[in-house]
């Protein structure tokens, strides 16, 4: 099947600064990449949908001054946690995908993001 | 109402028995649904699509009712690896996915 790679896969950072983290399809070009966020025993939240080449998509609720998406290829997307705080330690997944419509998603390993 | 609404269970059922999973979607303009199992801690995997005319892979058989807006999973002779979190996810207009909360499923030996 397809392969997601996620780094890093988990991360500690302090509260103010910035961390980056990458989403790689290895094996295939994705036209989409999605990033989710999920808390301990809650289910996936989607936070933005990227379509390579273009501004990202950000769900309602979540800042896209916050949290900076970039597209620049169809193998790669990142997303930048800016001035990080303690509230924004989560798990951080992202997804990729091919095609249009109905299509599936295949998803990184996931980045856990402390902030202290 | 939720998008996708899924019973949270845990199940909790011994080796070998069968079990069922539903998951209701609010959109009937949605065009594509999976399963996707997830272990503690890891990222979601793709179980299966759901096809209109319904699809089977071993144990598992998924089945879609767009009538009554529902989709459902069967596992036949439950092993303890199947143990997991089974999430439903919609594909809405607009390439708009949307899980479901998911489905705690516990075998027990």
């Known amino acids: 099947g397809a392969v997601v790679s996620q780094h890093p896969s988990w991360v500690i950072c302090k509260s103010g600064t910035s961390v980056k983290i990458e989403c790689r399809s290895l094996?295939?070009?994705?036209?989409?990449m999605f990033w989710y966020r999920q808390f301990p025993k809650q289910s996936l939240m989607l936070m933005a949908t990227?379509?390579?080449?273009?501004?990202?998509?950000?769900e309602q609720g979540v800042e896209k001054d916050k949290f900076l998406i970039n597209h620049a290829s169809l193998t790669l997307s990142t997303l930048t946690v800016t001035s990080a705080h303690p509230e924004d330690s989560s798990f951080y997944i992202c997804?990729?995908?091919?095609?249009?419509?109905?299509?599936?998603?295949?998803f990184g390993p996931g980045t856990r993001l402390t902030v202290t | 109402r939720k998008e996708v609404e899924q019973d949270p269970g845990p199940f909790n059922v011994p080796e070998g028995a069968t079990v069922a999973f539903n998951c209701t979607y609010s959109?009937?303009?949605?065009?594509?649904f999976f399963w996707y199992r997830q272990d503690c801690r890891k990222e979601p995997k793709l179980l299966m699509s759901?096809?209109?005319s319904g699809n089977e892979d071993g144990r598992f058989t998924a089945q879609l009712n767009r009538a009554s807006q529902y989709i459902s999973l069967l596992i036949r002779d439950s092993k303890l690896s199947d143990s997991a979190t089974y999430l439903c996810?919609?594909?809405?207009?607009?390439?708009?996915?949307?899980f479901g909360p998911g489905t705690r499923l516990s075998v027990l030996p």
């Open positions: 996810v919609v594909n809405g207009y607009g390439q708009n996915f949307v």
């Open positions: 990227s379509n390579e080449g273009s501004k990202a998509t950000y």
């Open positions: 094996d295939f070009q994705a036209t989409t």
């Open positions: 997804s990729a995908a091919s095609g249009t419509g109905g299509y599936e998603q295949y």
């Open positions: 759901v096809y209109s």
């Open positions: 959109n009937s303009a949605s065009q594509s």
